[in-house]
Every structure is written in structure tokens, then in C-alpha cells.
């Protein structure tokens, strides 16, 4: 599938997630081998899951979320039924490549290691953020790519991806993402 069939049938899902951040995610997605990984943290409303899992089919996206956002929002009543939504989601769209589980990211146990790891945060805790990005890191292949949305807004996302990713490669930005490659 070409990445504007991609942002078509994504399009109905509710999300800050752009039209150029879809090409970004497809322009590294696509180039992945069968069963690499790819890492989405902050599977929000799963608008950049699953254009991330239809980039590349053979690919496994692996996404995070406890669901807090999405409750303290009232978009959801409670976490049962913010798990209910995302599968609903992505079953709709017939995505097969995802594994979601509804749990805070540093919870997550024997982490794949993945050759992409997405990082779409809102501007949370340094604290919060930066022991996510230290911790996925070294779940990230040497080569690999680390997406991080909302970089250029300059908030804990750029603080803190200048001093854990300060040896990585900046790759420049479109839409919201910012990209930066593992040595
Ligand atoms: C802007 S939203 C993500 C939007 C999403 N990428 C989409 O396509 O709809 C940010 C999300 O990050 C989640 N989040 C924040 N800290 C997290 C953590 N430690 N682990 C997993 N998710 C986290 C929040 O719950 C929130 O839903």
C-alpha cells in the first residue's frame, strides 16, 4: 500500500498526528525486513500505529499506553474500555502487525530490541521522558532510528533528547518529527 492510501484510511482516526509525519513513519517503515520491530510509545488514539504497521506490513509494531491521556480527557471512561477502543481500532482497519498493551512503557518487560522506536509524548515530565528515551535506546539497534514527535517545540522532548541522544546522528525534520539515527 502507497503511503497515500496509508493516510487515507487512517484519516478517520481522531489524533494531532500529520499528514507528513505519515511519510515519515512509511519512508523508514517500509524499508524494514520481515518481523523487525518497530516501538510506537504513546499509542494515544492509534492514528500512528497503524500507519505505522501499513507501511510495512511484515513488520511488528509494538505500542504503549496506559490509556491516562485518553481518560483524564474523557474520551474514554475507563481503562477496560480504552483497551476495547484501540482494538476496535485497529481490527476496523484490519491490522494484524500490532501488539498493544495497555501499560506505562518502562513497565514493559523483555522489550523487543527494534529498529524504530517512536516516541509521540505531550510534552510529559522530564523525568518521565527521559527515562523513556534512556531506556528504549538501548532497545534500539545500532543503525536504528529513534522518531521523536513534538521535538522542535522545544519542550522536555528536545531537552531531553539533546543529552540521551547526543551521540546519534540528527536526520532533520518533517511534520512533527524530528529523526535521529543510532551510531
Ligand atoms: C499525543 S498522545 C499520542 C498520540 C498517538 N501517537 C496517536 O497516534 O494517536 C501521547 C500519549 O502518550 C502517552 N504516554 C505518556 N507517558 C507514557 C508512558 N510512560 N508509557 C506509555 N504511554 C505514555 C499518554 O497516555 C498519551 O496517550
Not at 137 to 145: D, I
Amino acid at each position: 500500500m502507497g503511503v497515500n492510501a496509508i493516510i487515507n484510511k487512517v484519516g478517520r482516526i481522531e489524533s494531532f498526528i500529520l499528514d507528513d509525519d505519515i511519510k515519515i513513519y512509511y519512508k523508514y517503515a517500509s524499508m524494514l525486513k520481515s518481523g523487525e520491530n518497530i516501538v510506537d510509545i504513546g499509542t494515544g488514539w492509534g492514528k500512528s500505529a497503524a500507519a505505522l504497521a501499513l507501511s510495512n506490513p511484515q513488520a511488528v509494531v509494538w505500542t504503549y499506553d496506559p490509556g491516562d491521556y485518553l481518560i483524564d480527557k474523557n474520551v474514554v471512561h475507563n481503562h477496560t474500555k480504552y483497551i476495547e477502543m484501540i482494538l476496535r481500532t485497529f481490527d476496523n482497519l484490519k491490522i494484524k502487525n500490532i501488539k498493544f498493551q495497555a501499560i506505562d512503557a518502562m513497565q514493559a518487560d523483555r522489550p523487543v530490541i527494534a529498529r524504530i522506536v517512536h516516541f509521540d509524548l505531550n510534552g510529559d515530565s522530564d523525568y518521565n521522558t527521559q527515562c523513556l528515551f534512556k531506556k528504549w535506546s538501548r532497545h534500539l539497534c545500532s543503525n536504528g532510528v529513534v522518531l521523536v514527535r513534538n521535538y522542535h517545540l522545544g519542550r522536555s522532548e528536545k531537552k531531553m533528547a539533546d543529552i540521551v541522544f547526543k551521540n546519534y546522528k540528527n536526520e532533520g525534520q518533517e511534520g512533527y518529527i524530528t529523526v535521529f539515527r543510532k551510531p
